[in-house]
């Protein structure tokens, strides 16, 4: 995607410059902003709903994305200058990143480990009546 994008706009696709978008400027940027792009969305969205509703659990569901944003600028930087350093901030950040994200999907979004609610290990308020389709989602789940 992000070759893609550069071919477009640098105009290499008219001249078949490929190297442009190898090792241009233009490319090492451009490959930060559509890897933050969609995790950012997501987060103007939480904070959007935090800012309607006031409520801080959505401002705890953008930290999950602003998590992952600052995972995949690590590991873009990583790939551009390879030291242990920053071998290190990659594993770091990519470990919190997907800590958070699997509590916050496992707990938060789907209820897991929840002993007290009336579905057993789900969460109270479920859209369809048949639980198992919930439990086979999760073992199913490709995110995991």
Known sequence: MESTTCYFLAGSFKTHGYETCKSGRLYR?????????????????????????????????????????????????????????WFFIVLITSVVATVYQLYWDFVKDWGLLNSKSKNLWLRDDLILKNKSIYYMSIVSSPSI
């Not at 451009?30 to 987060?43: E, K, Q």
């Not at 998590?67 to 600028?73: D, I, R």
């Open 29 to 85: 940027e451009l490959a930060y902003v559509i890897s933050f792009l969609p995790y950012y969305w997501r987060a103007m969205q939480c904070a959007r709903r935090w800012f309607d509703e006031n409520d801080l659990n959505h401002l705890a569901n953008m930290g999950k994305y602003v998590s992952a944003m600052v995972a995949a600028g690590a590991r873009l930087t990583y790939s551009r200058q390879e030291s242990h350093l």
